[in-house]
DNA sequence: CCATAAAGCTACCGCGAGTATAAAATCGGC
DNA sequence: GCCGATTTTATACTCGCGGTAGCTTTATGG
């Protein structure tokens, strides 16, 4: 039970940000910082030096020590959780942001601006939790494995393109995108629910997305 | 220099498999091992033990230690490519028998299916590769965060399907495929061309993908 | 002022990636 | 048929990182 920090406050009345003042008295030592703002320091310390901060980094960056950090925190799993989380809220307060007001299409193109921008501001929070944070392997490899996996599908999409008398420039975009569909679903599908649905079913609902889009049914928000 | 092997040949003519009976004549010690058989080795044993194997593991199970493995096949990363390439190879095969005769809409499906078969076959070389080597936290995170990100994107392409009478049930891959979609296309965007494609013209081109379809242009093999 | 409680720091452990060095095995030359 | 050259392999190590044990410090309640 490391991550489990007891709720009693009121030491002092408040170190900073959510001073709720439970009259519940509380013997010790104050404690000097807490997990939010741990986290913090940990953005800031992958901004500094990229996504392969160790933790003792990490923790440094936030002027404590390591066994510090994995009290508030807990371990590397849950430091990445937690920044997960945070990343998720933010790119959800902006595709909310950027959905007000609008439906159809124009809700779809900017709920995919705003993610990009989201994760483009925050590239190395992204990369972090994505898992470069273990050994620099992972992400640079499974680029390169998509890039390859894409080119001969980028290759048939712009042939098709340029036969149909349409612009090639999109080939190599949706290769890629299509590359990244079939790996999330295929991890989903692989490590989470193994065979409650079928490969047949799956490929099925996968090709109606890809053939036909999203139009026919309205996509996203309430009309 | 090191994963650059001499490729001179005939030391006893012929260890195995290769065995192409070059006249270089080729003093030393003849090697026990070869590339090929390490690379099978290390399937074995991510097989076996799952994604996370030691490299001294595989090496072991190669019947080598292994300063051995690293002469030939090089480090972590080299490793990694390897097995990337040969299982790239595996899904090629599949995806073009798969295509031979189709075309349009059954073509694309069968494509799918067959990329989802291979990774299903090899579901830990599958994992290995796309970076559950390094530190297990990787590869569920990342799914954690995908599923997370694709629940209200599904909830609401469930509702519009109920409301345009349609069956909801593919909400729940459509979300994890478009959350995948971008996930990767967010990578190679941030990683590879930096500025060299603006954020407002991928989006444009990625909800074309998402609105429209395939369908209009033909989407992959020659007609 | 002292006992008690909580938090932090120093110093450590274990493990896995990657490597220096010595031993083993083969062939050409004499 | 032995010797030295040459190449591979194995033993035994270093290094760095994630994670932890136990002592020390700082506070509060009596």
Redo the contacts between chains.
């Keep these: 039970m490391r991550g489990a920090r007891p709720e009693v406050g009121r030491n002092r009345a408040g170190g900073g940000r959510g001073a709720r003042n439970t009259v519940v008295t509380r013997r010790g030592r104050p404690p000097r910082t807490d997990r939010e703002r741990l986290l913090d320091a940990a953005e800031r310390a992958i901004r500094r030096a990229g996504p392969q901060v160790s933790l003792e980094r990490i923790a440094r960056t936030a002027g404590v020590t390591k066994p510090a950090l994995f009290a508030h925190v807990g371990d ?2 849950a430091l ?2 937690g920044l ?1 989380e945070r990343l ?1 809220t933010r ?2 307060t902006a595709v909310q942001t950027a959905l007000v007001g609008r439906e159809g ?1 124009a809700a ?3 709920m ?2 705003a ?3 989201t ?2 501001a925050d ?1 190395h929070v ?2 972090f ?3 470069a ?3 620099d ?13 894409a080119a ?2 980028a290759a ?2 712009a ?3 340029v ?2 008398g ?1 612009d090639p ?2 080939a190599e ?2 290769g ?17 629910r193994d065979r409650q ?1 079928d ?2 079913r ?22």
Tied chains: 1, 2.
Excluded at 137 to 149: E, V
Excluded at 176 to 192: E, S
Aim: charged content about 20%.
């Design positions: 590397r799993r990445v959780h997960a998720l790119i959800e299409r779809l193109e900017h995919i601006r993610q990009l921008d994760i483009a590239r992204y990369a939790v994505n898992g944070g273990a050994g392997t992972t992400l640079a490899s499974t680029l390169t494995f998509a890039r390859r996996a001969p599908l048939g999409i042939e098709a393109r036969r149909a349409e420039a999109p975009p949706w890629i995108a299509i590359i990244g569909m079939l790996h999330m679903v295929g991890l989903w599908w692989l490590g989470d649905v490969a047949a799956l490929a099925a609902q996968l090709t109606d997305l890809l053939w036909n889009g999203l139009a026919p049914p309205i996509p996203n928000e309430r009309s």
